[in-house]
């Protein structure tokens, strides 16, 4: 299936090993939520074979400590219409407030961007 009209945000972060249950349910949560949007899918990583670089590495640039696990994740739109329309209202939405849902890991640290799909084969 050809989806090169989709639109994808990708996400490097890291997070404490410790807290791999707590960033699962996080994640799980948020998705419902990104998915009542419009969001077509959203998958979630778990670092399992993550070399750390000399020069470059996803451990690297999210600064990622001995007891931290990069996790690497994407969201895919139907368009970046789409997504534009609908990031004010899920930042918004308070099942993603820091109070009902709260992030397992440091904010500041993490690498996000949208892309434009431009091989789907």
Known sequence: MNHLNNY???FVA???TANRQAYIKH???AAVVFKEYGALS???CWGDDVPQGKLTSFPLAVQCRDDETVIFSWITWP???VR???M???MEDPRLSQ???PMPFDGKRLIYGGFEVVVDE
């Open 88 to 90: 004010p209202r899920i």
């Open 8 to 10: 994808v945000d990708g």
């Open 99 to 101: 109070q009902n849902n």
């Open 84 to 86: 534009d329309q609908a």
């Open 27 to 29: 994640a799980k949560e």
């Open 14 to 16: 890291a997070v404490p």
């Open 79 to 81: 368009s970046r219409a």
């Open 42 to 44: 959203l998958v979630e």
